[in-house]
């Protein structure tokens, strides 16, 4: 498929995983408690910070319009009337969910696909897309997690029917969006349902069929962004479902909690609270919290709910789609690959594998992956993960941020004023000429049972460098004992680190202090990949 060119304006259309706020407007102004609970944590959407879509055109610097509504379906249609009855009637008996002062218009709003389009279509005949708008489509989970087939012998063909409904309504309210005048249609994959804690609950026959539905799906709307195409239309390829695989497979490289990724905030689905009557005698949401999350960062969990995201996926979702427009995609499997990248600016997701990448001159982003990889970035303003594996990183001449992954890497910054992140093995970091900051995260607060031994060796050589480390209480008394001001070389036995030629030794209260070092480096985008 062809690159498209960075929109000025994206439409998006979808579900709960893309409404930033309309299905929580809408049960606002109709039913007696609103959906999702802001009170149990949720933001206006189904979870716990800003959405992909606006991660993504925030990041991109350009304007967006959020079609998406919670719960939709490709194929059909569904009231808000109705889904307020079926998410909250019959809980409490006698009881109307329906807010009396609800409006008609309000009650008939249609959720689905085909009502987002026929929406968007109205507001286009009044105002036209301005040039360079795109159309985003991410659509079609709730048609498969709802899918029941009436027997075992009919299944594959009522699958293959479904897949062809979802597909072909998302290909058609595409066609009659660009119709309006809409130059790009950004089409995102399905992730596998065992990326969502739900896929625990579920029976292995039925994890086959959505695996089985999942696949039918991608292929299919590949074969659909083709016939765009050949008709014309510019066609932009997110490829979500190898981000959730790359992610599954390796979340500490995103700064999750691997041994946390199954676990959610919330043992609810966002969207089917337990009614409770306030002593006012209003009602209010609630859903079991977790205890096997109590008091973990929920930056570092991936789930808020058994189907929703934290606000910390979201994020990379939002920052692979804004790379995914801005550069050359270059999507790698398990085989020891070579890389070279192009003039343009590059994106590498290399895979399992030993692989060796040499990135091209602009300003790229590397995630080597699982494997004993090396990664030359070049010239620009890199960004390299190294994942895990035994890793060998090269910053080159820019302003590079290399993060270490759970092996035992050495990485070396070059020439520029590199930031240089201590990933949870014994590493070898050389900042090289420039004003480098070094990164050091207290193992324990990634829920490591102890903080020693983890640290490695940290060489500054040329420059005014500085080591920013954040450290649980108990580390940092023992830290501060160890550090002897002005120093050249420190040994501070309590994270089992050396540092050499490090000039300054900055200690951080909190990971809000973290993401705000000062430096070249593009700091700001790598924390939203959760590389900080």
Not at 165 to 171: A, F, L
Not at 219 to 240: K, N, P, Y
Not at 299 to 310: G, N
Request: with cysteine; proline share 4%; glycine share 14%.
């Amino acid at each position: 498929m062809t690159s498209p060119k960075v929109p000025s304006h994206i439409l998006f259309f979808g579900d709960s995983l893309t409404d930033e706020h309309n299905v929580h407007d809408l049960t606002g102004r109709t039913a007696i408690v609103t959906l999702p609970v802001e009170s149990a944590g949720y933001t206006e959407a189904f979870t716990n910070g800003a959405v992909h879509a606006a991660v993504a055109t925030d990041l991109l610097g350009i304007g967006r319009e959020n079609y998406a509504v919670g719960y939709a379906h490709a194929v059909g249609s569904l009231t808000v009337e109705e889904y307020v009855s079926s998410r909250l009637g019959g809980q409490v008996q006698g009881l109307d969910p329906i807010r009396p002062d609800a409006t008609e218009a309000d009650l008939d709003y249609d959720l689905y696909l085909g009502g987002q389009v026929a929406r968007y279509r109205a507001d286009a005949a009044t105002v036209a897309p301005a040039r360079g708008t795109a159309a985003a489509f991410l659509i079609g989970l709730n048609d498969y997690s709802d899918f029941v087939p009436s027997t075992q012998v009919t299944a594959p063909i009522e699958a293959a029917l479904l897949v062809q409904g979802v597909v072909g309504n998302t290909i058609r309210a595409a066609e009659q969006v660009a119709a309006t005048g809409v130059e790009t249609v950004l089409l995102y994959t399905m992730p596998s349902f065992r990326f969502f804690p739900l896929s625990a609950q579920t029976p292995d026959d039925l994890l086959a069929l959505g695996d089985t539905l999942v696949g039918a799906h991608n292929d299919l709307l590949s074969r659909g962004a083709g016939e765009f195409e050949d008709a014309g239309v510019t066609v932009g390829w997110i490829d979500f479902n190898r981000l959730a695989g790359d992610i599954m497979a390796d979340p500490g490289t995103f700064g999750l909690r691997p041994d946390l990724f199954g676990q959610p905030v919330l043992l609810g689905s966002g969207g089917n609270p337990t009614l409770v009557e306030q002593p006012d005698g209003s009602y209010d949401g609630a859903f079991p919290a977790n205890p096997a999350v109590a008091g973990v960062d929920r930056d570092q969990l991936a789930f808020f709910d058994i189907v929703h995201p934290t606000a910390a996926v979201h994020a990379v979702l939002g920052a692979f789609t804004a790379a995914t427009l801005t550069s050359e995609t270059h999507f790698f499997g398990g085989g020891n690959d070579v890389v070279l990248g192009g003039a343009r600016r590059d994106l590498v997701l290399a895979g399992a594998g030993n692989d060796r990448v040499l990135a091209g001159a602009r300003d790229d982003i590397v995630l080597a992956g699982r494997g004993d990889d090396s990664v030359a970035a070049g010239h620009g303003d890199d960004i390299v993960a190294g994942g895990s594996g035994r890793d060998l990183l090269f910053g080159g001449n820019g302003n590079d941020v290399l993060a270490t992954g759970a092996g035992s890497d050495r990485a070396w910054g070059g020439r520029g004023a590199d930031l240089m992140i201590d990933g949870a093995g014994l590493d070898a970091l050389h900042g090289g000429a420039g004003a480098d900051a070094f990164v050091f995260v207290d193992p324990k607060l990634r829920g490591a049972a102890v903080s020693d031994g983890d640290g490695g060796c940290m060489s500054g050589d040329r420059g005014a460098d500085t080591l920013y480390l954040l450290l649980g209480s108990d580390t940092r008394v023992a830290v501060e004992a160890e550090l002897r001001e002005g120093a050249p070389v420190q040994h501070l036995t309590a994270i089992g680190l050396e540092t050499r030629g490090i000039e300054h030794v900055v200690l951080l209260d909190s990971a809000e202090e973290l993401a705000a070092i000062e430096t070249p480096a593009r700091i700001d985008e790598a924390a939203l990949w959760g590389f900080v």
